[in-house]
């Protein structure tokens, strides 16, 4: 997960990005403050209860760390993480170390004190999740009562007090048709969105909230819409440099992550310059790649970032090396996920059902003649083996009892 828009990094960005990539620095960092939280979405794949999370003094210690890693970017979420009574100590000490802070928040708890606070701290973005533009639909996802108008009336706070706002909408089968009306509302507000396919199993591997996951047919009109780029190709390493020559992004259903050189041949940055931080000191290559490196209450950041197995084991992958992705006609539109590669389809190097499926659906509205994965086409061709071997048992069956 990255921290900038799908539209492409700047020069300088490209810049950044490539020198961590070869060094490995921790350019980006998502730490999650707390899992406690005042919604209970109906598709989270948190553990709202607090199983011990990190002390203020730990959380202070965690930042100091990640500053002589050198990170830069930061994003504090949880959960929510005005839950924390300790959130402005925490931020006081991540301007302090001059970080790039963003935050993710339902923003019900946001009032104009508050926001004052955030600006104080060198808070620079607010993302928060908006389900619908409708009550009814966004709080029966929420399953809070009055959420959305509580939500809505926090956005011109923060736009008041300088802070920039970003919607997100993660749609499933509750809010399928919401996305318009979500855009629409981003639009009158006059701030970015992204419209997220992405519905995961929880981070202990369960499927539950997959069931709320809305089908790839159902979400032909998204992939449809051209204002949402889902359906574009994924830049080939010779036309990436030229990205950064597009007009940012208003809105987006594809990756959030920057666009790069940087990461050719990579399935993504996790574990190369970004990593996720849990409330308990766990430190993960990603959020959705819930395989804990090591932990922060017993060893130090640096030690766990160069030190780890695990890591060191992501870091070798590469996408030309996949057995069977690195054969797909069609992997220019695949957004697949290493960590949905593990928990949905057993392995890191694996394709997945989830992301096949919508690569060809993308791929086919592109004008691709007859698309087809590679993980389908295998399918396919085993299939039909058997039905030829059954077949073969068949005939020779009947002509021994002849």
Request: aromatic fraction near 6%.
């Amino acid at each position: 997960m990255s921290t900038a828009s799908a539209a492409g990094a700047t020069p300088v960005m490209d810049r950044l990005i490539s020198r961590t990539v070869e060094k490995h620095l921790p350019l980006s960092v998502h730490f999650d403050l707390t899992y406690r939280c005042n919604e209970r979405c109906v598709h989270c794949y948190l553990d709202h209860d607090d199983h011990g999370e990190l002390t203020t003094a730990e959380c202070l210690n965690v930042l100091d760390e990640l500053a002589r890693a050198g990170a830069l970017f930061l994003t504090l979420s949880g959960g929510e993480i005005f839950l924390r009574p300790d959130l402005y100590e925490i931020l006081s000490e991540a301007r302090r170390l001059h970080f790039d802070i963003s935050l993710k928040s339902n923003a019900l708890l946001v009032t104009p004190e508050r926001a004052a606070r955030l600006r104080e701290f060198g808070v620079r973005r607010v993302q928060i999740s908006v389900y619908s533009d409708v009550s009814a639909v966004h709080d029966a996802i929420t399953k809070v009562p009055g959420s959305l108008e509580r939500t809505l009336a926090a956005i011109p706070i923060l736009l008041e007090h300088g802070l920039q706002v970003k919607l997100a909408c993660p749609l499933m089968q509750e809010n399928l048709t919401a996305y318009r009306g979500v855009m629409a509302l981003a639009e009158q507000l006059g701030v970015p969105y992204v419209i997220d396919l992405t519905i995961t199993p929880m981070m202990d591997g369960s499927s539950g909230p997959l069931a709320h996951r809305a089908s790839v047919s159902s979400l032909l009109p998204v992939l449809r819409n051209p204002v949402l780029h889902a359906c574009k190709p994924q830049p080939a390493a010779e036309a990436a440099a030229t990205m950064d020559a597009l007009p940012p992004a208003f809105g987006s259903a594809a990756s959030s992550g920057i666009e790069s050189n940087a990461y050719e041949d990579l399935p993504c940055s996790a574990g190369h310059n970004s990593c996720y931080i849990s409330p308990y000191g766990d430190v993960f290559p990603c959020v959705q790649l819930p395989q804990p490196a090591g932990n922060l209450r017993r060893e130090k950041f640096n030690d766990i970032w160069y030190g780890s197995p695990k890591l060191e084991r992501l870091r070798a992958i590469r996408e030309s090396q996949l057995p069977v992705c690195s054969r797909c006609e069609i992997r220019a539109y695949c957004e697949r996920c290493p960590g949905l590669a593990l928990m949905e389809g057993g392995g890191l190097l694996g394709a997945y059902e989830r992301a096949c499926a919508l690569a060809e659906e993308k791929a086919r509205l592109a004008g691709v003649a007859n698309p087809v994965s590679a993980l389908h086409r295998e399918q396919d061709t085993a299939s039909s083996q058997t039905i030829v071997e059954a077949e073969f048992a068949s005939v020779a069956s009947d002509s021994s009892s002849d």
